[in-house]
């Protein structure tokens, strides 16, 4: 690999992640507070949001693998993209949120995994450098999300209101992260046409999906990840769902010097977990070649669920309660890095060269597209209804709080079993090229 292309990776993954990172941790408490949604619109919302990602092996990862440069492919897709999320800020109706959602995440969704193949196929040594370059990711997340949270702060939290008036005008003023994302992807669009070239190769059948899909059913490893990535992806939008409305409830509380940094809102706070990331993925490198792929999954499985468990107990643990939120929420570069990280990695590695584009949209499709429509329902219909048993829904309650994050705990421990006991502690398959 020349040198010149990680910082040109590293850039597509900086715009890739910053799309993304400036409006879905503030999506839940935009759509509830604000739009006033219920919460089974909004699961369905969020159903809807994660469709692009079920279409994606069989739309985007046949036209990378056997048609069509990614990098071209990723840049009308963002340049589309944008213009589509922009209208998101100002849509104030249920039907039509919901079909520039669908449009949005026909477009969007399918980046995300063209992005790490494209990435993984100009990378020499995926356990050294695939980490050095994805980092930018999580910088691009950090940047945007301390933007909104400071943009919330300054222009959107006017002095002398009532609690009530300044939380309605934070959400109110979370529409403007629609618009970020949007002036970012319009970025990211053109910026893809500069990218390495990555072609189209030819397959053992023209349908690369399915030859992707009868190598996955075909592998001890990849049955096994793909299996409890399920679960792990329903357990992860179950923090994104609920987290930023959790860390507001506390935050009006909290020494206003850390609003300053991190701003308000949660979402600003939120990136503390993209901090600890960095710290992950920085150190994965250096252990990737001592420890196997399923001691890395464990350590991830125990972080999702020491982060529950925090949650759910945050109002009686002997720890002041925005010690243990953040505590909490840094444990998230622990969550990522050793399990979503890594299973990036495990899917490449277990594959042919001429399917990994459709390998990684097929995984993409488990943990961005069922997992989110799973989790979202979940998280919301289900479960945010149960927890509340009959009170009005609030954070602010032990109760409720105990209740609702106790579901993604025991899952958490229930995948972490079961990888101990099925997943393969060595590779099914050499690398092959």
């Known amino acids: ?27 839940f408490p935009f759509l509830q507070d604000y739009r006033k949604f219920s ?17 994606a ?15 071209k492919f990723l840049g009308i897709s963002h340049i589309i993209g944008a213009a589509l999320v922009w209208n998101l800020a100002d849509v104030e109706t249920y039907s039509g949120f919901l079909w520039f959602s669908l449009a949005y995440s026909l477009v969007y969704a399918p980046t995300l995994p063209l992005s790490n193949s494209l990435a993984l196929h100009h990378l020499k040594d995926r356990d050294t450098d695939f980490a050095k370059v994805r980092v930018w990711g999580t910088v691009g997340w950090i940047v945007v999300g301390i933007a909104v949270g400071q943009w919330l702060l300054l222009k959107h939290s006017p002095s002398g209101l009532s609690a009530e008036a300044l939380k309605l005008a934070q959400n109110a003023g979370r529409a403007d992260a629609f618009r970020l994302s949007a002036i970012i992807g319009l970025v990211m669009g053109v910026y893809c046409f500069f990218l390495p070239n990555t072609p189209p190769r030819k397959g053992k059948e023209a349908f690369a999906t399915w030859e992707a899909l009868k190598e996955i059913l075909g592998n001890a490893t990849l049955r096994h990840l793909f299996v409890v990535s399920l679960v792990v992806s329903c357990i992860h939008q179950f923090y994104f769902v609920h987290t930023a409305g959790f860390l507001s409830e506390f935050q009006a509380g909290i020494a206003t010097s850390l609003n300053k940094v991190f701003g308000v809102g949660g979402g600003g706070l939120m990136t503390i977990g993209q901090m600890t990331e960095i710290a992950v993925l920085a150190i994965v490198p250096l252990f990737a070649k001592k420890y196997s792929r399923k001691t890395f999954l464990i350590v991830g499985l125990l972080a999702y669920a020491l982060r529950m468990l925090l949650f759910s107990y945050v109002h009686v643990l002997p720890m002041p309660e925005i010690a243990t939120l953040v505590l909490g929420v840094a444990l998230h570069g622990l969550c990522f890095g050793c399990f979503i990280f890594v299973a990036f990695m495990i899917v490449d590695e277990e594959t042919t060269a001429d399917v990994r584009a459709s390998a990684q949209s097929l995984y993409n499709l488990v943990v961005i597209g069922i997992g989110i429509i799973v989790g979202s329902y979940v998280a919301t219909t289900l479960v945010q209804g149960w927890a509340a048993d009959g009170e009005k829904f609030s954070y602010a309650s032990e109760s409720i709080t105990q209740r609702l994050f106790s579901v993604p705990m025991w899952a958490s421990l229930a995948c ?14 050499a690398d092959v090229d």
């Open 1 to 27: 690999m020349t040198i010149s292309k990680k910082p040109k990776l590293s850039t597509m993954m900086f715009f890739q992640y910053a799309i993304w990172g400036a409006w879905l941790p503030i999506l």
């Open 39 to 55: 919460g089974e619109q909004i699961g369905t919302m969020f159903a809807v949001g994660a469709v692009g990602a079920l279409l």
């Open 57 to 71: 092996p069989f739309v985007a990862g046949q036209i990378a693998d056997r048609f069509f440069a990614t990098q």
């Open 416 to 429: 972490l079993a079961y990888v101990i006991a099925f997943y393969p502690r060595h590779s099914s398959k």
